[in-house]
């Protein structure tokens, strides 16, 4: 089992979500998208279209780990992690949001934790992460863990906005 599975701090707890989680995932996804749309390589127009076989079936996929973050029974953020297509020994790390009311608490050393280990957990040798260049948050969370600035690349967010997209990798240690 993930060691951080079922974590929980003073208020509440962060778990992998499982396809009956879906409808939690979905939730949280669209709240994200309404809230922080910036943030983000998608729409809300876009993923409030998609149907409950697509939220169920991220939740199932064994390459993709999507980690719900809760205060109480409410979810008040996401996580996930995602072994690339194209590159099977790395993942990219995506979708991170909190509630603005979750925010402050150190949570993203949390989030960082549970995918780390979970990268960690299947033999990975890399970890990557990108982000708006105007996302400093993002930017002091990934730096906390070591991560390594790779590349820029411009980029048309959904917004319309053109900015750059930063891009920072991390090496792993492969368990022996």
Known sequence: MHPLANTEWPHGAIRRLVPEDHALYREVRLRALATDPQVFGSTLERESALPDPHWRARLADPDFAIYGIFEGDA??????????????????????????????????????????????????????????????????????????????????????????????????????
């Not at 990219?92 to 957990?121: F, H, I």
């Not at 260049?133 to 990934?142: D, E, F, H, L, W």
Request: hydrophobic share 45%.
């Open 75 to 176: 979810i008040v953020g996401m996580t996930g992690i995602a072994i690339r297509s194209d590159d099977p020994a790395s993942a990219n790390l995506w979708g991170s949001w909190l509630a603005p009311e979750a925010r402050g608490r150190g949570l993203s050393r949390v989030m960082y934790r549970a995918r780390l280990d979970w990268a960690v957990e299947r033999g990975l040798a890399r970890v990557t992460v990108s982000h708006r260049r105007s996302n400093v948050r993002s930017m002091q969370a990934n730096q906390r863990f070591g991560f390594v600035l790779s590349h820029a690349a411009e980029r048309t967010w959904p917004d319309g906005t053109v900015e750059d997209e930063l891009f920072y990798a991390l090496a792993l240690n492969r368990p022996a």
